[in-house]
């Protein structure tokens, strides 16, 4: 009587299983960290952005003399919120904010006049422009008419996830960043 010797049957042994399923497990947790920074940094670029522009809106609207006025902006930091800022949409508490204002000093947000742009819940501020800006007393980045030249100049640097930006207002109040 002779043995037959089974066929080998084609399929995957246990460790090519296992180094497939390494090779996933990696791939997965990479593609996650990566994911997870760029969407921090599109938050930092954004919140860069809008600061940015509604520097540059308050320049130029004093500048042009809108409505025969003074123009000028006023970062709200949260958690922890001024007085100015208490009756600022939205939410200040959760959010810091950005406002443009429409008078020689922010001393409170007027819903009338005023524009709040949030920012992400989680960005900080500091820099000697920062906290001239929100000094008791005469706050805020305010843009002679006319002129257009700022009040203070300076650098704010504002950070998120542990990534932080620099921008500059020049005493032209021109902002690079």
């Known amino acids: 009587m002779r043995k037959t010797v089974p066929a080998k049957r084609p399929g995957f042994t246990i460790l090519e299983m296992t180094l497939v399923i390494g090779i996933l497990v990696v791939l997965v947790t990479l593609t996650m960290v990566l994911s997870v920074n760029a969407i921090g940094r599109s938050a930092l670029t954004s919140g860069e952005s809008v600061i940015v522009q509604t520097i540059r809106r ?11 006025s003074s123009w000028g902006v006023y970062l709200c930091p949260g958690p922890v919120v001024p007085t100015e800022c208490e009756a600022a949409p939205p939410d200040a508490d959760a959010h810091p904010s950005v406002i443009l204002f429409k008078r ?4 409170s947000y007027n819903a009338a006049s005023d524009q709040a742009f949030e920012l992400h819940p989680d960005m900080s501020f500091t820099g000697a422009l920062f906290l001239r800006m929100t000094t008791t007393g ?11 030249t700022p009040t203070t100049s300076g650098a704010i640097i504002f950070s998120l996830n542990g990534e ?5 207002v020049n005493g032209k109040g021109l902002v690079e960043h």
Not at 164 to 168: A, M
Request: glycine share 10%; no cysteine; charged share 10%.
């Open 104 to 107: 020689s000093a922010f001393l």
């Open 164 to 168: 932080s930006r620099t921008l500059t």
């Open 138 to 148: 005469k706050p805020g980045l305010v843009f002679n008419q006319v002129s257009g």
């Open 58 to 68: 308050a320049h130029t609207l004093g500048q042009n003399n809108v409505e025969n």
